[in-house]
C-alpha cells in the first residue's frame, strides 16, 4: 500500500499527526489516546498496515 493512501486512510478514520521522529512519523487516535509509529517508506507492507490499524482501534483499509 502507498504511504500516502495510508495517511489518507488514518486522517478519515480520525487520527492526525503527532510529531516526526528520525525514522518514523507518530500518528495519534484521539479517541483512546493511543500513539503508533509509521515508517517513512513509499510502501508500507499490508500487515503492517493491518497492525497499525489494530493497534490503533480503527478499521483496516
Do not use: W
Request: charged share 35%; net charge positive; hydrophobic share 35%.
Amino acid at each position: 500500500m502507498k504511504r500516502k493512501d495510508f495517511i489518507r486512510h488514518l486522517s478519515k478514520n480520525g487520527c492526525f499527526l503527532e510529531r516526526e521522529a528520525i525514522k518514523y512519523s507518530i500518528f495519534k487516535n484521539p479517541v483512546n489516546n493511543i500513539e503508533v509509529s509509521v515508517t517513512r517508506h513509499r510502501e508500507i507492507a499490508d500487515f503492517s498496515a493491518k497492525k497499525i490499524c489494530k493497534e490503533l482501534q480503527i478499521k483496516t483499509p
